[in-house]
């Protein structure tokens, strides 16, 4: 598949999204006004929408109509847009700034952050239990079960405590490993799992190569995105190779250093491929995505 093909349908995906977006939040006008402006500035505008690609592409998979992924799609956006709201929150990671523009609770306060992330969560729920969205209720039910499992405890709740637990002290790689399979490797997961649920075919091989397939991408993500902020620091503070300053925190690069980061992310992409290898061309826009998620430069 071409490179041109890819980047129309990733377009597609990213527009309707926004749209899809736009409509599932609560308007402006509706009261409180205030807490619904914050929740549209924290969710509309921004992002590579990875999760709701991911959604998108499995859905494609299982012969999934397009409408139905939008709102699996919603549903794990607006869980991580959550996420990095409260992530930003000075009793978190302390930061100013996302995507471009100030974090929500430097451009609201930090009440009004913390609102917005309960908020956009209890909103990701109430998309997926509209009655009838899927034609069987039960697979429409875990759809429910799995995002309440990977944005939790067991998952990216979880992921999240682990990490603060693990600033500035030692880490092991299988700890690294279990905290990313939980802060951001659950959503990602789900993400595809959600997605694959919309669409009529349900056979027990194809899923688990899915699933298969989402829990290397998971990884794959987050060490590349070690190696990018690596990169980043490098270009842009002269920092040596191999450091990352974020807040002291373990990652990919610290614990490997660069080169066997970047070769452990070839080493994930093969993997995350070869899962995918004996389902036809409907599974192309997932395999371009694992190209994407390695090659992306943010
Ligand atoms: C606060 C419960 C709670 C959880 C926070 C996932 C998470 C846990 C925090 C995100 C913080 C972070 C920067 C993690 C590194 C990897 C990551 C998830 C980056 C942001 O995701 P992208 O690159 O962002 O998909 P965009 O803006 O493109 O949506």
Redesign the pocket.
């Known amino acids: 598949m071409s490179g041109a093909i890819f980047s129309d349908w990733m377009r597609s995906i990213q527009s309707r999204t926004e749209t899809a977006l736009a409509n599932a939040l609560p308007p402006l006008d509706l009261t409180p006004d205030r807490l619904h402006e914050a929740m549209r500035y924290a969710v509309l505008g921004?992002?590579?929408?990875?999760?709701p690609l991911l959604a998108h592409g499995a859905g494609l998979v299982t012969a999934a109509a397009p409408d139905t992924v939008d709102r699996a799609a919603c549903a794990v956006e607006l869980i991580?847009?959550?996420?990095?709201v409260?992530?930003d929150m000075p009793c978190?990671?302390d930061d100013s700034l996302?995507?471009g523009k100030p974090t929500v609770h430097v451009e609201y306060d930090d009440a009004t952050a913390l609102l917005v992330?309960d908020a956009l969560q209890s909103l990701a729920f109430q998309l997926l239990a509209e009655p009838g969205l899927l034609p069987d209720a039960a697979r429409q039910l875990k759809m429910v079960e799995h995002l309440g499992i990977a944005?939790g405890s067991r998952g990216?709740?979880g992921?999240?405590a682990i990490?603060l637990q693990s600033v500035g002290q030692a880490i092991s790689r299988e700890a690294l490993e279990v905290m990313h399979v939980h802060?951001?490797g659950a959503?990602i997961r789900a993400s595809v799992q959600l997605g694959a649920l919309c669409g009529p075919t349900q056979d027990a091989d194809t899923l688990a190569r899915l699933d298969q397939f989402s829990k290397r991408i998971g990884l794959l993500?987050?060490v590349v995105?070690d190696i990018l902020d690596c990169e980043a620091d490098t270009a842009t503070l002269g920092k040596t190779a191999g450091k990352d300053a974020r807040n002291d925190k373990p990652t990919y690069v610290t614990l490997l250093g660069l080169e066997e980061a970047r070769r452990f992310a070839a080493e994930l992409e093969a993997d995350a491929l070869a899962a995918l290898s004996p389902l036809d061309a409907r599974a192309d826009m997932l395999r371009a995505l694992a190209s994407y998620i390695v090659h992306r430069r943010?």
């Open positions: 921004g992002g590579k929408r990875v999760r991580h847009a959550y996420s990095l409260h992530d978190m990671d996302r995507r992330g944005s990216m709740a992921g999240q990490d802060k951001t959503l993500f987050q995105d943010f």
